[in-house]
Every structure is written in C-alpha cells, then in structure tokens.
C-alpha cells in the first residue's frame, strides 16, 4: 500500500485508524458483555424455573403427584419429572430434546445446551427426595434475536460514528493545516527580490500562528542581513573607485615615458598612499558589518588608543601642527575592541591633522552612561550647514575641498559608520572657532 503523501492525509489515516480500532474494541466489549449478561438472564430464569417445580412436586407411590401441573404444551414451561431414571412427566416434544433432558437429569446442578433446537437445561433434584429430579428448558430464540439485533445495530452505529468522525476529522485537519498551505503557497511565490515579505499572521495565538511569528522574525534577521550584504557590496565598490583610479591613474602616467628615478619613487609614493588607503576602508568597512552582525565586542582602555595612535598622525601631515592629549585622571574604558576603536578614531584624528592651523587636542571622559572623545583643532572649522554633509561618502567639506588637503571625503562616513555599528556615535559640536567634533562608544 503505498504511504499517503500530505501531512494532512497522514493525519487522517492515523486518525480513522485510531478511531475504528476504538469502535472496533468498543462494538466487541459490547456484544461480549451483553451476551454474558443475556446468558446469565437465561441461566437464571431456568434456575427459578426449576427450582419452583422441584419444590411443587411430589412422588407417592413411584406416582407423580402435583397440585399446580405446568402447562406442558408450549417450549418456555417445559419441564421434566424423573424418579429413579423413569419419566414419570414429559412435555409433548421431540425425541432430541427428549433425550437431552435424560441425559441433563444424569448430571443435575449443570447446565446442558441444544444448539440445534435452541434450548437449554437445566436439572435440580426434588427438595423432599433424592432420587427425583426436574429438568426445566427454556428457550433461547428470544436472547439470541436480541442479540443479534444488539450486533446489527451496535456495528451500524460504529460504521456512522466512523463516517462522521472521518467526515469531521477531515474538516478539521484542512481547516487546522490552511495556514500552513496559505504560508507554503507564499513563500513559493515570493523570490530573493522580496526581502520584506511577511506571512503576518498577527500575534500567536497557537502553534501555527507562533510558527509563522518565528519564521517572519527569520526572514527580518535574513533581510537584514542581505540588506548589510548589498551595502557592504555597494560601499566597497563605491568607496574603493577612487583610489583604484589614482593607482591605475599614477601606474599608466608613468609608463608614459621613461621617467627619472625622483619622478618613479613619487609614482610609487602616490601608489602606496592609495593602497594604505584602500587597506584602510576595506578594514573599516569588515569591521562595520562585524559589528552589525553583532559579534562579541571586547574591551579597551581610551588612553592607550589614543597614544597608540598619536605617533601616526600629524607628522605627516604637517610638521607644524602639535598634537595634545589630554589623558584623564583614571582609566577610562571602552565596549570595543582597540582596533575598532582606532578605525573609529583615526580619520577623525586624521581629518583635524591635516586641518589644523597649528594644534589638535583629544581629550577622553565618561559622560551619560558612556564614553566622549573629544577631537579639537584651530582649523577653518565645519559650517553649520555642512555638520550632517560631511559624514556623507565622497563628500568634502568647503574646508578641504580646495585643493590644498588630499582625502576623497570617504573617512568619515567610515567612522561614523563604525562608530553606529559598535553603539556609538560621531558629531560635531557647534563651535565659532576651529573644527570641534565628539566620538561617542560605550562604557566597557
């Protein structure tokens, strides 16, 4: 037999099979009970039956003597009389049954059956002398064809019960399993170009409600990160074009024309610095989708990253701009790891170097539940309209955009990225002097 495929047909099978095999055992236990409870009716009217006829009889003389004679002419008074194995009273009925009830009367106290005449005997010894003994029959078609009626009707009643139950449990199975197709037949529909389709089944009330609850909240935390996939993918390809462009710009420049060995090393100078850069975004941008992706984040100490990134800054930039540190009196902690905490830092650092009139100070302190790192310098500063713009990638500020400062307006936007991804922030503060700009990051 070959295994119904669906759920729903499984369920069913198991179903009509569970419930006919308890109809089954229920239709059985019936009829066995009513049986035995129909044969101990019988048993015990014949018992009755026998006893009143031993205690009215009477033998006198090898004669029967009986002042109440039962009516012999129909098979429910039948009854025997026999004193010392001579029948001295007999109903008018057949040889078989006759014989029968000699051979009861040889074993009185037992029950003897006459399958084929339908009958049954019972045999008691007389009260007042032994050697007499009743036979009493009774008749059996009346408890058989009750019977017989209790199994007719007990089976097509099991029958209807199981067309219903079969009925209802198919109803019930479809009406029970229709989300699950409705969810089945959406989720065929829908393709990698839909993100944001949800079963919304609204809020659990059972177990497929909760399944289409845990499924959406899957698909959120899939289009979420598909979502991160594709940014990632977009910025890198974005935020690398244009030191991919100066390397190939400066490579094909060079190979123009044989070059004195002062014009090559400023070639490869030029080429190292666009590859540093690309190190660096490609860096910043994995640790970006790291954090998102909510990986662990470690611990570290804000002094310690901003002395281990005082020696990289300024002095290539211009040699006569000081950097200030600020160290705080105690030490204050960072939720981050210390390289995503230099990511973050660096190229704010870096855009105040290479800004700056003459001095840049940082300066770390815990305030409101977290931890500001302020990056301070006597620059040009950033214009009020420009506070929100220069955090966009490839945007400069007026301050750098004329030419004299190099950057590809791309660090920023990378920092404050980061910065959001580890639970931070970057501003600027509005000032009228210089470019004044806070790094917010959690307290560790």
Excluded at 209 to 229: I, P
Excluded at 242 to 251: C, D, N, S
Excluded at 352 to 364: E, H, Y
Aim: include cysteine; proline fraction near 4%.
């Amino acid at each position: 037999m070959r295994r119904p495929r669906g759920i729903r047909s499984r369920l069913l099978v198991v179903v009509v099979t569970a419930v006919a095999l308890a109809l089954a055992l229920m239709t059985l236990g019936f009829n066995v009970l009513l049986a035995r409870s129909l044969s101990h009716d019988a048993d015990a009217l014949l018992h009755s039956r026998a006893a009143a006829e031993a205690a009215s009889v009477d033998v006198v003389n090898d004669r029967l003597i009986t002042p109440d004679q039962p009516d012999a002419g129909g098979l429910e008074s039948q009854a025997w009389v026999f004193h010392n194995g001579r029948a001295l009273e007999r109903p008018n009925v057949g040889a078989e049954l006759d014989s029968a009830a000699r051979a009861a009367a040889a074993t009185p106290g037992v029950s003897v059956e006459v399958p084929s005449l339908d009958m049954r005997l019972y045999a008691v010894a007389a009260s007042d002398d032994p050697t007499t003994t009743i036979v009493a029959g009774v008749s059996l078609a009346a408890y058989e064809h009750t019977q017989q009626i209790a199994l007719v009707g007990s089976l097509l009643l099991a029958l209807g019960l199981l067309v219903v139950v079969t009925l209802l449990a198919r109803w019930m199975l479809h009406a029970a399993l229709r989300p699950v197709a409705s969810m089945t037949a959406d989720a065929e529909s829908w393709s990698e170009h839909d993100p944001d389709r949800r079963f919304a089944a609204g809020e659990p009330y059972d177990e497929i409600s909760q399944l289409a609850a845990t499924l959406d909240g899957l698909l959120d935390r899939l289009a979420a990160s598909l979502r991160r996939e594709q940014r990632f993918s977009a910025e890198m390809s974005h935020e690398l074009r244009t030191p991919l462009a100066r390397i190939r710009g400066e490579g094909e420049l060079a190979l123009r024309r044989e070059r004195e060995p002062r014009e090559y090393r400023q070639a490869l100078e030029t080429v190292v610095g666009n590859a540093t850069q690309m190190t660096t975004i490609i860096e910043t941008l994995v640790a970006a989708e790291q954090s998102e992706s909510g990986l662990a984040r470690g611990r570290c100490d804000a002094g310690a990253v901003i002395e281990d990134l005082a020696d990289s800054f300024c002095l290539d930039e211009a040699e006569d701009v000081r950097l200030d540190l600020e160290r705080p009196g105690a030490p204050v902690m960072l939720g981050v790891d210390a390289d995503v905490a230099a990511r973050i830092l660096q190229p704010v650092v870096d855009n105040a170097c290479r800004l700056a009139g003459s001095v840049v100070v940082v300066s770390a302190l815990r305030a409101g539940g977290g931890v500001e790192i302020h990056v301070d310098d006597d620059g040009p500063g950033v214009r009020d309209d420009e506070r929100e713009l220069i955090f966009e990638p490839g945007v400069r500020g007026s301050a750098g955009g004329d030419g004299e400062h190099d950057g590809a307006g791309l660090g920023l936007a990378l920092a404050r990225r980061l910065a959001r991804a580890a639970g931070g922030d970057i501003e600027v503060r509005p000032a009228a002097d210089g470019g004044h700009f806070t790094v917010r990051l959690p307290v560790g």
